[in-house]
């Protein structure tokens, strides 16, 4: 959205999703103001462009790219640009969910707390972090949204939690939960979500993602999406409408589906319906010994 007050360059847009329960993220763009933020949830704030000053928790910090600034719940914020307008990105989430991540990843682990206000980060985090945010759209599926959160937060909480650790390899290669949740994912998997995959397989969410992406090379939600894609090419052969493929095969709307099939296939669900119907029309015609079937193919 723009801010009405001369700005016009100035984007900041807000999202949530139904699948994140309490994550808001913020994508602001070209921002020439002041920020005053005081908000009871824990935040990452990635910056792109951005560059200024930050006061949080009676100190002044140095914000700029290659650096995160790490919100504390219940503390003030004031951040000022000092070079004109810059860009940046914000993760905002309850401190729960962070004791919930810890409690999955490090479960030794005894109190949450920043390692730093303003921490320089790895060009891993950036990417995972723009991962996120890229994928955060209304189209996303659950699953998908999930997974990303979950692949950022862990190397989130290794680089800016005070006594964290670095991923570990969860131990043993869990074949058997691979192939069962990709068994789920075929009997019932165009509407799973992550969470609900993986207590069907007695797994962590975290241990689910790394098992499947081990045992078949794609995270479970991009194995879904392709799901999706092959079912929609067969209801596409059988007649079934584009609009009502769309819902019933998972996608948001129809503009999510036309362009997840392009993406797959090269052409639109339209075009590929139309090679389909003409395929079967020239079939019927040569049976038939129509000579216009010859005519046809030539004029393609």
Known sequence: MSNGAGISSEVVDYRR????????????????????????????????????????????????????????????????PLTGPGSFMVLQMPPELIK?????????FVQFEWAQVMKPISPRLRRHFSSFFE??????????????????????????????????????PKTRAASRMRECL?????????????KRVGLSRF???????????LPPHAYQLCLRIEQARRLLVQGAPAADIAARCGFADQSHFNRHFKRFNGVTPMQYARAHLLSNHDASARKAGDPSAVIARSDR
Do not use: N
């Open 100 to 108: 919930e991540w810890l409690s999955e990843q490090q479960p030794s």
């Open 135 to 172: 994928a955060f759209e209304p189209s996303a599926s659950t699953m998908q949204l999930q997974s990303r959160l979950l692949d950022l937060s862990e190397v989130m909480i290794s680089e800016l939690v005070q006594g964290a650790q670095q991923p570990r390899p969860s131990a043993g």
């Open 17 to 80: 999703s139904a699948g994140l329960p309490g994550v808001e993220v913020i994508d602001a763009q070209r921002s020439p103001r002041e920020w005053r933020v005081i908000t009871a949830d824990c935040a990452v704030v990635m910056f792109r462009t951005w560059q200024g000053s930050v006061r949080h928790r009676g100190a002044v910090h140095t914000g700029k790219p290659g650096l995160a600034f790490c919100f504390t719940p219940g503390e003030s914020m004031v951040a000022q």
């Open 207 to 217: 241990e689910a993602l790394r098992a499947f992406k081990r045992r078949y090379g």
């Open 186 to 198: 075929h009997e019932e998997g165009l509407h799973l979500d992550l969470e609900t995959l993986a």
